[in-house]
């Protein structure tokens, strides 16, 4: 059964979706059930700058240096969820941005996805 927010992989084309309403047993993309993405945690990191850091209450940054942005190996996108879920803001990131996020409201989770390391979080 998949859960409000999951977020799921096509290992044929890519695709990455994100699951608003709970419920289906398995999501396909190509014909294939997707991979369900679970996140990394910090403990997990080691030389690896990929956590969500909340630098102040008004700003993530990935990475206590920040994650680099190049074509081969960069962020996609990073995403806060408050606590009941009822809150989600995500930003997609381009190239040639650096890999922060301003915030408007006080939010305690994190989230990031690297399209090389896969999905990192941070509470």
């Known amino acids: 059964m998949t859960n409000k927010l999951e977020l799921y992989r096509c290992e044929i084309c890519g695709n990455i979706v994100q699951v608003l309403h709970e419920g289906a047993d398995a999501l396909v993309c190509?014909?294939?059930p997707m991979t369900k993405l679970e996140s990394h945690k910090i403990e997990e990191e080691m030389q690896e700058?990929?956590?969500p850091v909340f630098v102040n209450e008004n700003e993530i940054h990935v990475g206590s240096v920040l994650?680099?942005?190049i074509p081969?190996?960069?962020i996609e996108f990073i995403q806060t969820i408050s606590d009941d879920k009822k809150h989600v803001y995500t930003k997609f990131l381009d190239i040639d941005e650096q890999?922060?996020?301003k915030l408007n409201n006080k939010y305690n989770h994190a989230i990031e996805y690297c399209?090389?390391?896969g999905?990192?979080?941070n509470k």
């Open 67 to 69: 994650h680099p942005m």
């Open 30 to 32: 190509c014909g294939k």
């Open 119 to 121: 999905l990192w979080s």
């Open 99 to 101: 890999p922060i996020m």
């Open 115 to 117: 399209n090389i390391h």
């Open 49 to 51: 700058k990929h956590v």
């Open 72 to 74: 081969e190996h960069h």
